[in-house]
């Protein structure tokens, strides 16, 4: 794996910026073009050359990161704002979303369509591994279950666009038009999405000494939900609002996930709560019953319902589900400590994967 550097780019830069041509560059904060350059340095290490790519022009979300604290001074002005000296922008009022809760170390700028963002990287004294507790769980099962963040209003408005996006030329300012309306949708179901996260990720660290979640299936991934043909217009579809919320509920969700145990891993460092992660094979067939634990796929009578074949056991197929998977996840950490390996050893590590899906509906044990 060959690639230019760091340094070498570093000197084409002080090149580049005595080139009329580029007299750009010197505008921009030099310290904010060197980072992206030792970005671009440490990606091409960590990754391989071939996993870099230019940025694309349509898809792109601009950000940027000033990475040394004593050139950003930050100010609190009043309850709610605060303001930023950011080196050739000047003092940069923002509305203060939280506390900061430490002392800054760096501030990434970013965009999200018409909105611009400033987040801190912040040193809180916590370190960046979380601690685990080896207290006993908690009785009750809860979980965002089918929780949708986009209406049915909404759904049909977006499956609108994508039709119109479909028949609008490329370049074009239509084209534009209908791509930033419907970053605005998905816009604010993301935000919805991570609110309640953050929210559930706070309930649940807060009550909880360990909290479970199952690894989800990457099989269902690919499920879509297929338009109805308009009869009267070949060629056409018909909008179904309770299909197309379906789906993009689903399509949230599958995205979503993997931000919640981001939340979780997150809040658990001041909690000391334990998350883990499970495989969740079988455990919608298996009877939760402590005395009995049979496996059979009769028993899950329906959707809803759960029905042991050899007890008789009788819950809703999700808590039962979420039973069995909290009982794996305390189990895991039974058989972690018992090996007294040392802390931060591979093997203490719970197993986790980053690919998800929908298998079962998600849901989370605590
Ligand atoms: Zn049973």
């Known amino acids: 794996m060959r690639f230019i550097g760091y340094e070498a780019q570093c000197r084409q830069l002080a090149e580049a910026k005595s ?3 580029c007299a750009w560059l010197s505008e921009a904060p030099a310290q904010v073009v060197q980072q992206t350059l030792k970005d671009l340095d440490l990606a091409c290490r960590q990754h391989g050359t071939w996993k870099v790519r230019w940025k694309s022009k349509a898809r792109w979300r601009p950000s940027f990161r000033f990475p040394t604290a004593k050139h950003i001074p930050v100010e609190r002005i009043s309850r709610k704002w605060g303001r930023v000296f950011l080196p050739k922008f000047g003092w940069v009022r923002f509305r203060l979303s939280r506390s900061l809760g430490g002392s800054v170390k ?3 700028v970013a965009r999200d369509g018409k909105h611009w963002f400033i987040s801190f990287l912040v040193d809180d004294g916590l370190g960046e591994d979380g601690v685990s507790s080896t207290a006993p769980p908690v009785e009750g099962g809860d979980g965002p279950g089918e929780t949708g963040f986009v209406s049915a209003g909404e759904a049909i408005r977006y499956w609108r666009l994508e039709r119109k996006l479909a028949r609008s030329k490329k370049g074009s300012n239509r084209r534009r038009r209908v791509v930033r309306a419907m970053g605005d949708l998905m816009r604010r179901a993301r935000w919805r999405r991570a ?10 660290t807060r009550d909880n000494a360990i909290v479970t979640l199952e690894k989800l299936n990457v099989r269902a991934m690919t499920a879509s939900v297929a338009p109805k043909p308009d009869p009267g217009k070949p060629g056409g579809y018909l909008p179904n609002g309770r299909a197309a919320k379906a789906g993009l509920n689903k399509s949230i969700l599958d995205k979503g996930w993997y931000g919640l145990e981001t939340a979780l891993r997150s ?3 001041y909690t000391g709560t334990s998350i883990r992660v499970v495989d969740p094979a079988y455990t919608s067939q298996t009877c939760s019953n402590p005395l009995c634990g049979t496996v059979d796929a009769k028993s899950r009578e329906s959707q809803a319902d759960f029905r042991c074949t050899s007890c008789g056991h009788v819950e809703h197929a ?9 009982a794996r996840g305390y189990a895991a950490g039974l058989v972690v400590s018992g090996r007294g390996d040392p802390p931060g050893s591979v093997k203490r590590q719970a197993p986790r994967t980053i690919a998800r899906g ?3 509906a998600p849901r989370a044990a605590a």
């Open 19 to 21: 080139d009329p041509d």
């Open 106 to 108: 760096s501030a990434t």
């Open 195 to 204: 609110d309640f996260n953050a929210q559930t990720a706070h309930r649940l």
């Open 267 to 269: 809040k658990a460092r």
């Open 318 to 326: 999700d808590v039962n589900a979420a039973k069995n998977i909290k």
């Open 358 to 360: 929908v298998g079962d």
